[in-house]
């Protein structure tokens, strides 16, 4: 099993739409959690973290399942762009410093 | 404020090439990754520092290696160029480790191609 697992994708929907992504992770001592975008050909960038509560910005939701070891995000009236890859990355502690495992992210394409 | 700059943008090396990506930071992080990610692939970590003087093995080291001689500068290596290592690298750094609060500061990647 892979340590983050996200549905590739694409997703592909229309303007307005509302759309998630789930992200599964295997290490229950996992302690910290974030989304990052990550445009064609460009850097990764930090979307939120995600914190235990849950957490909203703008018109996007973050939501953490401790229990189920997964956690997702929300986009609302999803805009042209937002068409990007979504990746969830989740921080384990090794000792040194935490290590920050990758999922392969989720592509979003918003169409009109 | 210039964040993580990498140079270069692009290099395409011949088999048994060696080069240096370059990477420097003015936010005075201590905390300094570097990162490959290849195709359909979650990024990788090559190796990563805690501060200067201080370099430690991530999961795919083999054919790499690293200083950090300063806080600012964390130099990548490669020796012996081989096809295996075409990718884009980036390199990141951040304030503390992986806090919640601390995020990684990515730089604009390098595209390296090994023919």
């Known amino acids: 099993r892979k340590e983050v697992e996200q549905d590739p994708g694409p997703f592909n929907v229309p303007e307005g739409a509302t759309v998630a992504f789930n992200c599964t992770y295997s290490?229950?001592?996992?302690?910290?959690f974030f989304w990052y975008r990550q445009d064609c050909r460009k850097e990764p960038k930090l979307l939120m973290s995600v914190y235990s509560s849950g957490n909203e910005d703008g018109r996007f939701t973050a939501q953490l399942n401790r229990a189920s070891q997964y956690i997702s995000l929300l986009i609302r009236d999803s805009k042209l762009s937002d068409s990007a890859t979504y990746l969830c990355?989740?921080?384990?502690?090794?000792?040194?410093?935490?290590?920050?495992?990758f999922g392969t992210g989720t592509r979003l394409q918003v169409t009109l | 404020n210039a964040g993580v700059t990498q140079t270069p943008k692009f290099r395409i090396l011949k088999i048994g090439q060696s080069m240096t990506l370059q990477c420097t930071q003015d936010m005075n992080h201590n905390y300094m990754y570097w990162y490959r990610q290849d195709p359909g692939m979650g990024l990788k970590l090559i190796y990563y520092s805690v501060g200067a003087g201080i370099t430690d093995k991530g999961e795919v080291p083999n054919g790499y290696n690293v200083s950090r001689s300063t806080t600012e500068d964390f130099p990548l290596r490669l020796e012996l160029a081989a096809p295996s290592q075409t990718s884009v690298y980036f390199c990141?750094?951040?304030?503390?480790?992986?806090?919640?609060?601390?995020?990684?500061?990515f730089g604009n990647g390098t595209r390296l191609t090994v023919t």
């Open positions: 290490n229950s001592a996992s302690q910290s």
């Open positions: 990355v989740v921080s384990s502690n090794t000792g040194t410093a935490s290590k920050l495992t």
């Open positions: 990141a750094s951040s304030y503390a480790t992986h806090r919640v609060d601390s995020p990684l500061h």
